[in-house]
């Protein structure tokens, strides 16, 4: 859905990108983070058709953003890390502003309007002028802008920036209900816990390169393995040899309340283990997959020496 091959760009007297290169696959979610200054913005700007990079070549749904600028912001929405909203217009004229700038036919203008304002919790506020709303409120409306034309590419830098906790867990499930909905999605943002609960892919980005591109969302094939945390609610000299006897399965640690097993991904397999403590009369009081952790990598990428 989105191609970047070898892309350079420069601000005077400095590289921000030097050479990025990735593909962003249909129906994803994908966690852009990286330190201040990484080139995050700057990235995001030129997939948006706002920057003119030296080098390298970027398509967006299939078409190249140098090439077709128009064309490619007719199929993305993108959300600033600032942004400027007409202070005078309410919410409802900045909601049909955007559909008439985005070329909606005017039939179809109300129905968007009103679905973007319920999936941004705006509703109530469609009379209001974006000039009163709150910076929460204000970013809200930045986002209804940035999906209204519902496109399938949808960019957004550091779109949870100002919201309370509440908006912030709405705004996650607004993300998920828009990829299940088929949309692709890149959100750039330094809350990682939260781009853990929704992002299928993360992305790091350090002094202007790509260090890491990976699945985090678990679901990558039948070969995967998945590391597991066994605690027992009353302690049991037996646990480490049980452990070590489950079949296809590596220890981590044991010890006798509890362990750190790696086991293939399929349920199927997890149920057995289980069943097998369980059967061997183990007070089994917690068995959990540990997530890959987003904060975890990202660090461990922040602590290796930069390339030169
Ligand atoms: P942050 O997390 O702080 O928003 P970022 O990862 O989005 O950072 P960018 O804003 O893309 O980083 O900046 C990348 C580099 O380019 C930084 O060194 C920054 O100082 C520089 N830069 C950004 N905008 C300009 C500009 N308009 N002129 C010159 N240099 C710039």
Do not use: W
Request: charged letters at 25%; glycine letters at 8%; one cysteine or more.
């Amino acid at each position: 859905m989105i191609s970047v091959e070898n892309l350079v760009f420069d601000y005077p007297g400095l590289r921000a990108l030097h050479g990025v290169a990735f593909e962003i696959g249909e129906g994803s979610i994908t966690a852009l983070v990286g330190p201040n200054g990484a080139g995050k913005t700057t990235l995001l700007r030129c997939i948006a058709a706002l920057e003119t990079p030296v080098a390298g070549r970027i398509s967006v749904d299939g078409v190249d953003v140098q090439d077709a600028p128009r064309q490619c912001h007719r199929r993305m929405g993108y959300l600033s890390d600032f942004f400027g909203l007409y202070n005078e217009l309410t919410v409802e004229q900045c909601l049909r502003h955007r559909a008439a700038a985005q070329d909606v036919p005017p039939g179809k203008h109300a129905a968007l309007v009103s679905r973007a304002a319920g999936r941004t919790g705006l509703d109530d506020r469609l009379g209001q002028k974006a000039g009163e709303l709150s910076r929460g409120l204000r970013q809200r409306l930045a986002i209804a802008q940035s999906i209204l034309h519902e496109p399938p590419v949808v960019l957004l830098d550091e779109p949870a920036s100002g919201l309370d906790p509440e908006a912030r867990a709405e705004l996650s499930r607004l993300f998920l209900q828009l990829r299940a909905e088929g949309m692709t999605l890149v959100v750039s943002s330094h809350i990682l816990a939260e781009l853990e609960d929704y992002s299928t892919h993360m992305m790091i980005l350090r002094e202007g390169r790509l260090v890491e591109h990976r699945r985090i969302d678990g679901v990558e094939g039948a070969e995967r393995r998945v590391t597991v945390v066994v605690r027992l609610a009353e302690p049991s000299d037996r646990l480490p040899a049980i452990v070590e006897a489950l079949p296809d399965c590596e220890v981590v640690s044991a010890d006798e309340s509890g362990a750190k097993i790696v086991l293939p991904a399929p349920a199927l397999e997890r149920h057995r283990a289980l069943k097998h403590l369980m059967d061997e009369g183990l007070a089994v009081a917690a068995f959990e997959e540990l997530r890959p952790d987003l904060q975890e990598t990202y660090l461990a990428h922040l602590r290796e020496e930069p390339r030169s």
